[in-house]
């Protein structure tokens, strides 16, 4: 049973546009998700992170909304680069700290 | 999709003792395995790459000595936590990458050194 969901296994969108991806999750106990980005051939690197006391976080040129009511986040990446094309994980952990990663969601951007 | 394990999913030992933590990939071979290392509410941090037959790639700040890491086999690689301190408590994981390039993660594995 996947408790960290990403729907959608690619995405693609104009360079200079606004790059939605989205998350959902089943379990209420997780209090902290986060956002991951790779590349290929490389490990997984933290993007942005929230808690969920908050309902947003921004950093730059991202920003996590989260919805607790619906257990649903996104993360928002405005203007996309070429550099954003990568693989996208959504993440969520529980008191316990344990992660528990979606599958990704790999993100092109175009010229 | 690919499963990766990890065991012991937890382990308490004394300060001053070694332990291994074993991560599989149980359905694929994989080239290649990372290993991470989390702090509470902060991100994945990346330890080492180790590349099956090969030594380990560490990241910068990483003790070699003291995490010490096997990768004797297409299916499995060891890290060993060697004369573990408390401050070496943390929730470790790894991850196994096969040739399409995919890497999937392991379930972790929480230490608690007292």
């Known amino acids: 049973d996947q408790q960290v969901k990403q729907n959608s296994p690619s995405l693609s969108v104009q360079e200079g546009r606004i790059s939605i991806l989205n998350c959902d999750y089943t379990n209420s106990m997780f209090d902290y998700f986060l956002w991951y980005k790779k590349y290929p051939a490389e490990g997984p690197t933290f993007l942005i992170s929230?808690?969920?006391?908050?309902d947003k976080n921004e950093d730059g040129r991202f920003t996590v909304f989260l919805n607790k009511s619906a257990k649903h986040l996104s993360l928002h990446i405005v203007p996309s680069q070429p550099g954003d094309s990568a693989v996208y994980f959504c993440?969520?952990?529980?008191?316990?700290?344990?992660?528990?990663f979606g599958k990704g969601t790999r993100l092109h951007i175009l010229p | 999709g690919a499963v990766v394990s990890q065991h012991p999913s937890r382990v308490i030992c004394k300060s001053g003792t070694s332990v291994k933590i074993e991560c599989r990939s149980l359905?694929?071979?994989?080239?290649?395995m990372f290993w991470y290392r989390q702090f509470p509410k902060k991100s994945l941090m990346l330890m080492a790459t180790s590349n099956e037959g090969s030594k380990a790639t560490y990241e910068q700040g990483v003790e070699k000595d003291k995490f010490l890491i096997n990768h004797a086999s297409l299916t499995l690689s060891t890290l060993t936590v060697t004369s573990a301190h408390p401050e070496d408590s943390s929730f470790y994981i790894c991850?196994?990458?096969?040739?399409?390039?995919?890497?999937?993660f392991g379930p972790g594995t929480r230490l608690t050194v007292l």
């Open positions: 991850s196994a990458r096969a040739i399409v390039n995919e890497q999937f």
């Open positions: 929230i808690s969920s006391i908050k």
């Open positions: 993440a969520a952990s529980s008191r316990d700290d344990k992660i528990i």
């Open positions: 359905d694929f071979q994989a080239t290649t």
